[in-house]
């Protein structure tokens, strides 16, 4: 008994009917609509990105498979699935780490900061309160010069 489905890349765009290979471009000759055409574009479009992700993950499978060929004839013993776990949670805790790093960074003030900062701010009040009376002083003699002109 043979299957009824049939997959999204394995159905002709013109006919509707499925396919017995993938399709290719179309020619104008088989394509009688834009609709058509802009439909097989996408299948093959589907199809060239399905055939990368199954490369890659045959790659990857084949990467793996050899590296486990290396550790079998190496007589190197493979790490256990807690070890694994273990180096994953320290390399998570070690980047989280690293990330916030800079935000416990505040402290409280000791008092020898505190006292020079109230220093800083003392003379610094001194120095406006002079700077204000030398105007007010400037400003009477300005008045006492002014009434006696006029």
């Given amino acids: 008994m043979s299957s009824r489905f049939v997959s999204a890349g394995a159905i002709d765009a013109t006919t509707g009917e499925a396919a017995a290979t993938t399709t290719t471009a179309p020619t104008p000759s088989t394509t009688t609509s834009s ?4 439909a097989t574009t996408a ?6 990105e399905w055939a ?3 490369a890659q993950l045959e790659t990857d499978r084949r990467l793996r498979d050899e590296a486990r060929r ?3 004839q ?3 013993e493979e790490k256990s699935l807690y070890d694994t ?3 994953n949670k320290a390399a998570k805790q070690a980047a989280f780490d690293e990330a916030h790093r800079l935000r416990n960074q505040f402290r409280a003030l000791d008092d020898d900061e505190v006292d020079f900062l109230e220093e800083v701010r003392e003379k610094k009040r001194r120095e406006e309160a002079e700077a204000r009376r030398e105007v007010e ?8 010069r002014a009434a006696g002109v006029f």
């Fill in 35 to 38: 609709t058509a055409t802009t």
């Fill in 43 to 48: 299948t093959t479009a589907k199809q060239a």
């Fill in 52 to 54: 990368a992700v199954t």
């Fill in 70 to 72: 290396q550790r079998e």
């Fill in 74 to 76: 190496g007589g190197t």
């Fill in 85 to 87: 776990l273990q180096a």
């Fill in 137 to 144: 002083r400037g400003l009477e003699e300005f008045r006492r």
